[in-house]
């Protein structure tokens, strides 16, 4: 479990730079220029992943509740909830409106779906750790960036351009899920 909380551990630190450290965001970029902080910023990320991916596969799974059946439903809900959040976060859309911080909000949503549906320590540890992180990450932006000017509601057209594009990736990851999970999302 150690490169698990390890992966964890990294992924907040590095996304905890900007909004909590400044100073030293600022002194990066200064030192290193935006396009060196960003590529580091990135490979420090992916390192993460690899991280938790890793520790997700080698990690023994001890069982601390076993959920019901009935909400694999609910949690494939809330993964198409995530996705469209995320996605939103990209492009011009109405739920910006809405959500300020959609992209986080949808990590809150996926650590979610993903513990009603996992009941290991496991589970418990990646899905729980990132989802507090990210309840945590988003008053600090707040804090950070003050008050926030809601974006103009965009067309019909980019709104379904947005939509289609996020469901072409959400079929994309329901396909290497179980490659990089071991496991299938789509419920039985």
Known sequence: MIWLILGIALWSGVHFIPTLARPIRERLVKNWGMMRYRLVF???????????????????????YEPPSWVRPIGFLLMIVAFILFGSAQHPTVIKRFFRHPQ??????????????????RALVLFGGLGVWALIEMPLINARDGAYAKPEAPGLKAELIGLAITAVIFIVALFLHPYFAGVTPIPR
């Open 104 to 121: 986080l909000t949808s990590i809150v949503v996926w650590a979610v779906s993903h513990l009603i549906t996992n009941g290991s320590t």
């Open 42 to 64: 990135a490979l420090l990320i992916l390192i993460s992943i690899a991280l938790m991916v890793i520790g997700w596969r080698i990690t023994p799974e001890v069982v601390l």
